[in-house]
Each structure stands twice: as structure tokens, then as C-alpha cells.
């Protein structure tokens, strides 16, 4: 048995409940006969309770090297491979898992539809002796069994119930699941077998509601295009700059919760028009509590003085997304009526050489009948930039601009919303949106200008749990919402 962690961790993140969770895993798991020694894979940066046990030191990733140094010391002809800071773990699924993969003579054992913190992963000794060489050498295990899944004798273990649709996991080092853990330790007294989950959360979906996760803030409802998709021309008033004073409050009123979340600037404008764009971005980046910042542009403001603030910046967190309908001036005219194409060109390559670091800069063209006809020139366009593109489903907002849309994604069976369970919508004004379909707060839940964020939270559960149990909101019309199953961040 490999105690694994796969992120920076600390033995705080390692208690749950005053109880030291490596300890609650070896006591659970000596249950099964087929265990035997206990080893640990921490980083490098690990200073705790585990020092002077059997430590292999993560120094890049979990790469073959150092799963045949694991396999050289134990001599061990199979290992499982579980997290160590899941303290929901139900030993009899790893038992289950360990039964499959002996039964079968498996080389790799591993779950799709069971959650972080309930499954593991089984490695022989014949696999590690067979691995591909790879000149990618900080390459994990995993990443080379599943991009070589043929070459190898692999198990996938499929186990009832499947709540993949929640999007839960259960780590304890990553705050929101640890909150949703407590919450459903407090409420039954105990920790939950994994066949019990999706009982509890259909009985109980208030456990879920432990604060937001997403913010989108409308900074300004100026811009200079006019989409042909756009909903701007339908709002009762336009709408102005929000104050930086405002957006502070925001920011101090999120600290309450103590989880981390992402912002998007988004709304009816363009962010990068705001008055004092870059004294909120300086804000947003000083906030260790926010995961991710999303700039929505439509790109025509994202130049050399964006670029120098994120070359200055270097901030990973950052992400990009230019909405850009076209490859030409031709199609990007007839999409955003306005003549800017060559300018956001420029500005995309530009901004292309700062994000370099990973997946922070993307394009976003909407799926409607008039791109369709020139889809397959744009990706072939773009795909030579190397950019990632994002294919947007068209919102209508609740049927207040023309439906464009050439095919219907939703899904055959409605689950409960996204939105109402993790977003928050806060307009230029400080107007709590009910959803991000309320473009115009008339039906907001409030406003942050006179009361804080937490109550409006508070306020809003009965929305989500309504929302739960298929009992729409009818002010706006959720039943003909199309949008609860798109997910953000």
C-alpha cells in the first residue's frame, strides 16, 4: 500500500475531526487480508508526523523511476496506490478493486466514475518492467498507462451508485471538499459508507450549499461591438462602471466563507473599457483566496498595456478568453458588425508570447447558425496558432434575444443547477443577480451595497434546495432554463 499525495500537503491537512487521517487509513484498510506493508509518497516539501516512516520523496511526479524504486524496495508484486488524505475511504471498495484486479490478472486497476478519495489504483510489477520509454521524464505513471491504454492488461472498475454528476470529491486538502465532509460528518455523526452517499445528498442536498465558488462581476456595460448575439440591447438602463471601493467589499465580504473561488469578469461590457481595470486586477491578485481570474474580452482593448501589466504580473492564475467569431475580416464582421478583426489578431499573437505557461489564453467562438457555415475554416484558421478554442453554447437568456442555435445540447434528464448551488452574479451596480440569466437584477437577491454577501448567501439556500427537488422558481421561469447544466470553474 502506497499513502500517496499528489500536492503540497501538511499533517493539517491530513486531520479530520481531531483524527489523524494516515492513521484511520491503516486501521481501515488492515481489514483486508491482500494489504500488507505501508509505504508513503510525499513531496519533497513535507515536514510532519510522517517523518521516519517508510517516505518515498516526490520530487517532479509520480514518473516510472520512481514507482521501480517503490517496487525495488517492497518486492511487492502489486501495489495499490491510494490518497492520503481521504478520510471518507470505504474499505470495501478497495477490497472490490483488489478482488477485480487479481481475478483478472490485471497489470492496472483503476475507477472512472467513483470519486477522489473512495477509489485507488493497482500497479503490477510485470507493468513498470514493460513501460514505454518516454522522453517526457516528469511524466506520471497514470498519464503514460492511459496514453498507452492498449499495451497493457487494464481494468476499469465500475461501482454503484455513480454520482459523477454531483462533481464531488473527497480530499481533505482541498477546502471545499473538506467543508462538504464536515458538513456530512456533522449531520450523521459519523463517516459514511460510499454506498450511502447519493442516500444522504438526495435527503439532504443542503450539505452541497457550503458557499460560492464562482463569481462572475459585470465590471461595465460599455462596449463598441454589436454581436449580432448580444443581449446588451435589451436591458431596462445601461449600465455603468462598478466602483473599485465596491468591488473591494466584494473581495472582503468573500473572505467570510474561507473557501477558495474564481471571479470572471463578464457581464454585458467589456472589462478591459473599466476606468480602473488594472487597480481591481492589482486587488483580485492580491487575494490568496481566489483560485482563478478569468478576463472575458472581446479583445479589442487587450494591447500592449495588458500585455506589459502581465509580463510584469506573471500571474498563472490569469486566464484569457478572447470571443472572437471569426478568421477574417469578412466573417468577423459579419458576426461582431464591426470592423476590429486585424487589431484582435495582433493583440491574440501578442498576448500569445506573455501566456505561455500553461492553458491561460483561449478562444471562444459561439455555436450558432451563422458561424456554423465557416466552423471547420476557423478551427483550421486558429488550429495553426496552437491557441486552445472553446465552442460556446448560445444563452438566449431566458428567450430575450433570438435563439440561433442549430442543435440542442441539453441533456435528456434535468439535474439540479449548477449555478444556483456555486455562482454568484453580482452586477456593475452591486446588485446580486438571482442567476447569470437575470441581466437586468429584477429579480435580485440583493444588493452588497447594504448588506453583506454571506446573508445573501444565506438567503438564497431556499433557491437551490427548491431547485433540488425539481420545485422551479418561477420568477424568473427556471423550467424553461436551458442553462443548468453548463458548468464553470
Given at each position: ?103 483478472y490478472l490485471a497489470e492496472y486497476t483503476y475507477s472512472e466514475n467513483l470519486p477522489a478519495g473512495f477509489s485507488c489504483e493497482i500497479y503490477s ?86 458557499g460560492p465558488s464562482y463569481l462572475e462581476i459585470e465590471l461595465t456595460g460599455r462596449c463598441d461591438l454589436d454581436c449580432i448575439f448580444c443581449y ?258
Amino acid at each position: 500500500m502506497l499513502l500517496f499525495a499528489d500536492v503540497d500537503i501538511s499533517d493539517r491537512d491530513l486531520s479530520f475531526n481531531d483524527r489523524y487521517i494516515p492513521e484511520l487509513l491503516a486501521k481501515r484498510l488492515s481489514q483486508i487480508e491482500a494489504i500488507g506493508d505501508c509505504y508513503y509518497g510525499l513531496p519533497a516539501s513535507y515536514r510532519g508526523n510522517l517523518e521516519g516512516k517508510d517516505i518515498f520523496r516526490i520530487n517532479n511526479a509520480d514518473d516510472s523511476s520512481f514507482w521501480k524504486s517503490i517496487f525495488q524496495k517492497c518486492g511487492s508484486d502489486h501495489i495499490v496506490k491510494i490518497y492520503i488524505d481521504a478520510p471518507f475511504l470505504d474499505p470495501t471498495i478497495i477490497a472490490a478493486m483488489i478482488d477485480v484486479h487479481v481475478k483478472y490478472l490485471a497489470e492496472y486497476t483503476y475507477s472512472e466514475n467513483l470519486p477522489a478519495g473512495f477509489s485507488c489504483e493497482i500497479y503490477s510489477k510485470e507493468l513498470i518492467a514493460s513501460l514505454p520509454e518516454t522522453e517526457e521524464k516528469t511524466l506520471s505513471l497514470t498519464d503514460i498507462i492511459r496514453s498507452n491504454i492498449n499495451q497493457f492488461d487494464v481494468e476499469l472498475f465500475y461501482h454503484e451508485p455513480d454520482i459523477r454528476d454531483k462533481r464531488l470529491s473527497f480530499r481533505n486538502s482541498t477546502p471545499r471538499d473538506r467543508r462538504i465532509m464536515e458538513t456530512i460528518y456533522a449531520h450523521l455523526g459519523r463517516v459514511p459508507a460510499y454506498s450511502e452517499i447519493s442516500a444522504v445528498i438526495a435527503s439532504s442536498p443542503e450539505l452541497l450549499y457550503v458557499g460560492p465558488s464562482y463569481l462572475e462581476i459585470e465590471l461595465t456595460g460599455r462596449c463598441d461591438l454589436d454581436c449580432i448575439f448580444c443581449y446588451r440591447k435589451t436591458l431596462s438602463s445601461i449600465h455603468g462602471d462598478m466602483e473599485v471601493d465596491l468591488y473591494r467589499k466584494v473581495l472582503t465580504e468573500m473572505k467570510q466563507f474561507e473557501l477558495p473561488y474564481s471571479v470572471c469578469f463578464g457581464g454585458s461590457g467589456e472589462p478591459l473599457m473599466h476606468k480602473n481595470f488594472y487597480a481591481i486586477m492589482e486587488l483580485s491578485q492580491k487575494e490568496e483566496c481566489i483560485e482563478t481570474i478569468v478576463i472575458e474580452t472581446n479583445g479589442l482593448y487587450a494591447d500592449d498595456n495588458l500585455k506589459s501589466y502581465l509580463n510584469a504580473t506573471h500571474d498563472n492564475r490569469v486566464k484569457l478568453i478572447f470571443n472572437i467569431n471569426g478568421f477574417d475580416e469578412e466573417t468577423y464582421r459579419s458576426i461582431h458588425r464591426y470592423e476590429g478583426f486585424t487589431k484582435v489578431f495582433n493583440n491574440i499573437l501578442a498576448l500569445r508570447e506573455v501566456l505561455s505557461d500553461g492553458p491561460q489564453l483561449h478562444l471562444q467562438i459561439m455555436k450558432i447558425n451563422e458561424t456554423e457555415k465557416f466552423l471547420d475554416k476557423y478551427y483550421d484558421f486558429w488550429d495553426t496558432y496552437g491557441i486552445p478554442i472553446i465552442l460556446q453554447k448560445q444563452n438566449t437568456y431566458l428567450g430575450k434575444i433570438a435563439d440561433r442555435r442549430y442543435s440542442d445540447l441539453s441533456p435528456l434528464e434535468r439535474t439540479p443547477c449548477w449555478h444556483l448551488q456555486r455562482d454568484l452574479y453580482i452586477l456593475s451596480d452591486g446588485r446580486v443577480g438571482f442567476c447569470k440569466q437575470d441581466i437586468d437584477g429584477t429579480y435580485s437577491k440583493g444588493s452588497i451595497e447594504n448588506e453583506s454577501l454571506m446573508d445573501i448567501w444565506s438567503r438564497s439556500k431556499r433557491y437551490f434546495l427548491n431547485d433540488y427537488q425539481s420545485n422551479f422558481a418561477t420568477s424568473p421561469d427556471c423550467q424553461s432554463c436551458d442553462e443548468w447544466y453548463t458548468f464553470n470553474l
